[in-house]
């Protein structure tokens, strides 16, 4: 690829009709979830965070039914309610649950989507993902009283616009895509600088016209704060070779001027296949933060020097 500067611009959802900005904010964190992230976020800086989402130029915001037991989509709405509603131009996308119990059934979705309308306020989910559907099986899944077909159904009625499947484990996203029931992916940790398990994912998806949204480009963190502060990727220890070629891929960046973190983040926002990458935040200051990492330049020498230091594929998570 050519030495272009990113930019934060407005693109297509693949076939859906939806547009959203290719930088996008997740709300995972901001449900306050130390169990995964380590640290707590405090009510109220999580929503300056939001009203600040809400006041930049992203037009994209992720939640799901599941975030903090629901505590992302509660204030999520309450923000929405302050604001009138969801702006003129901004997608909200949520995702359907199992509740406390582990039912996963269709009726459990039909809730879901219930109680993420209630939350965010909101008679209609423009987009609802299958979230995380390793926690049934695939036979449950798409059985007659399964999520998929329910999902299918909500979008009939029009309770929800359209339908995405968002998890990691590659080859069990891989066969919900070709059920040909979903019009969107979002996969997470699994395309980045040092993890390249969703490639062959990527390229199914572009040519069933599949849109594809890239979350957690920076691994939960690792490339975003650098090895000398995280030692972790994708939620759970990296290994030692691992931290060493992040370190490396530190080195090369400081070398050329450029945040560790930029890179993370361009290298999905520049392909042409991923439709938007959805990052993080916790605090109002890291959204403006956010949209400055997409702006910086990246020289092409610094692109092929960062390749040299993927990790092999039996490190990747798949």
């Not at 030495?3 to 449900?31: D, P, Q």
């Not at 993370?264 to 916790?282: E, K, N, Y």
Request: charged residues 20%; hydrophobic residues 40%; contains cysteine.
């Amino acid at each position: 690829m050519s030495n272009v500067t990113v930019l934060l611009a407005e693109h297509e959802i693949g076939r859906t009709g939806l547009k959203a900005t290719n930088l996008g904010i997740g709300t995972s964190a901001l449900g306050s979830m130390p169990a995964v992230y380590s640290y707590e976020v405090p009510r109220e800086q999580a929503l300056a965070t939001l009203r600040q989402v809400f006041e930049s130029r992203i037009t994209f915001v992720d939640t799901s039914n599941d975030y903090g037991g629901g505590t992302s989509e509660r204030l999520l709405g309450q923000v929405l309610k302050e604001l009138g509603g969801v702006p003129e131009g901004v997608l909200i996308s949520t995702k359907v649950d199992p509740d406390s119990s582990g039912d996963f059934s269709g009726q459990r979705v039909r809730r879901s989507a219930e109680e993420s309308r209630e939350r965010l306020g909101m008679d209609h989910l423009p987009l609802v993902f299958l979230h995380d559907p390793e926690r049934t099986t695939f036979e449950e899944a798409v059985a007659r009283d399964g999520p998929v077909p329910m999902l299918a159904k909500l979008k009939e009625d029009g309770v929800i616009g359209h339908v995405g499947v968002a998890g990691g484990p590659v080859d069990l996203m891989r066969s919900y895509v070709a059920t040909g029931e979903f019009e969107v992916l979002l996969t997470h940790n699994r395309y980045t600088l040092l993890d390249r398990s969703a490639e062959g994912l990527i390229e199914e998806c572009a040519a069933q016209h599949v849109a594809v949204v890239n979350a957690a480009p920076f691994g939960g963190g690792l490339l975003a704060r650098g090895p000398a502060s995280e030692t972790k990727y994708g939620y759970r220890a990296a290994p030692t070779a691992v931290i060493d070629r992040a370190s490396a891929m530190n080195a090369a960046c400081s070398r050329f001027g450029v945040p560790l973190a930029a890179a993370a983040l361009q290298f999905s926002m520049r392909d042409p296949r991923v439709c938007s990458t959805i990052v993080g935040v916790t605090r109002p200051e890291r959204v403006d933060e956010a949209i400055s990492l997409a702006s910086v330049e990246v020289p092409v020498q610094l692109w092929d020097e960062l390749a040299t230091f993927v990790p092999p594929e039996e490190l990747w998570l798949y």
